[in-house]
């Protein structure tokens, strides 16, 4: 999982799909859900944990309308589905920003404090960018925020601020402010919106991928779920010319019976059309590998849930350069994926990003 934040990362701030056209991004609708998930969800009182809440329930592969934008985008700019679904939601993100929707919930606290927000801001932003500019990754770590903001406080120019505007307030009154603070920063201070928006985004878009990635992976076993049912709607849903290839199918069905190792390989198209090639083995007791057969699958696209238009299975006797193959799933590696172990479940992701931590 440590591996795949730091990619995101990468994928988010050091490279941005520019070609895709906006317009064909439904902007005001996908901002007008994020609002709401954002307005209803008023059980979370910290800012940035109610904004990561939010991107987890927006960021679902059943999100209809982000789904299918994100495959269009996927289609049409030829991109992963990495980038597609950053691009779309960075776009969404940065329109509810600019809507200022989050200060719904602080009625008049902008016309009181306005004063006492600029002056916090001109103070902690110029410390925030220093130590942004100093890291690699242009992201603030997970200590800076918290040196910045002691230096903040230990400045007597910015506690003599405070107890002016807020002369007659109760310490609860102060208490009060500190989201506030915190979300005006987040509108005003690119540093503190960069790092915001890095765990904000990161752990939701890694998950969302994560699952649409899984449609195509587990494409062979939901196959011959349904198979088995004969005639099922799900079977002509996940494959509407399945007749044709019943014998290919079938063949998959035998090699399946028992658990295999298995890799998978995307294959080059010209036709629109997206595929992929899964190389099913098992291995000796040396563990050196047996190959039981190959099956390409070809989807009508790259969107999610695509249907399958073609499945072609190679027996291990039709299989190009089996010597190569066989040498290449000697040993272990990220490629191979190892039979199901019975009775043991995936540990989940890492909910909270390293260094994130409530600010009351």
């Not at 904004?51 to 960021?59: C, D, G």
């Not at 629109?272 to 000796?284: C, E, I, N, P, Q």
């Amino acid at each position: 999982m440590k591996k795949e934040f730091f990619f995101c990362l990468l994928l988010i701030y050091g490279f941005t799909p520019v070609k895709a056209q906006q317009k064909d991004i439904p902007i005001e609708p996908l901002t007008q859900q994020f609002y709401q998930l954002y307005f209803n969800n008023k059980s979370e009182s910290d800012f940035l944990f109610r904004m990561m809440a939010v991107a987890e329930k927006f960021l679902q592969t059943d999100n209809d309308l982000f789904t299918k934008t994100v495959s269009k985008i996927i289609v049409s700019e030829k991109i992963s589905p990495d980038s597609a679904s950053n691009l779309v939601f960075k776009i969404v993100l940065d329109s509810f920003i600019k809507r200022e929707y989050i200060w719904n919930d602080y009625p008049g606290i902008l016309e009181k404090a306005r004063n006492l927000f600029v002056f916090y801001n001109s103070k902690l932003c110029p410390c925030l960018k220093q130590y942004a500019d100093k890291n690699t990754s242009g992201i603030l770590g997970a200590d800076d925020l918290d040196s910045c903001v002691y230096k903040l406080l230990s400045d007597t120019s910015y506690t003599k601020q405070v107890l002016r505007i807020f002369q007659n307030e109760t310490v609860g009154d102060l208490a009060k402010i500190i989201q506030p603070e915190i979300m005006y920063l987040y509108l005003n201070c690119q540093p503190m919106r960069d790092w915001f928006n890095s765990h904000i985004m990161v752990i939701p878009l890694i998950l969302y991928v994560r699952h649409f990635k899984d449609y195509r992976t587990n494409l062979d076993n939901n196959l011959l779920l349904e198979y088995k049912k004969k005639q099922s709607p799900g079977l002509v849903e996940i494959f509407p010319e399945y007749k044709k290839y019943e014998k290919d199918i079938s063949q998959l069905n035998d090699i399946k019976k028992t658990d295999l190792f298995w890799t998978m390989e995307e294959l080059p198209e010209t036709t629109g059309r997206f595929s992929f090639m899964k190389t099913y083995f098992h291995r000796r007791a040396d563990k050196s590998p047996i190959l039981d057969g190959q099956v390409i699958f070809r989807l009508r696209d790259a969107s999610f849930q695509s249907p399958l238009e073609e499945l072609h299975f190679i027996p291990p006797d039709k299989i190009n350069n089996p010597a190569k193959l066989l040498n290449n799933l000697i040993g272990d590696n990220e490629t191979i994926h190892p039979p199901p172990i019975p009775g043991l479940q995936m540990a989940p992701a890492d909910s909270i990003p390293p260094g994130l931590k409530r600010h009351h």
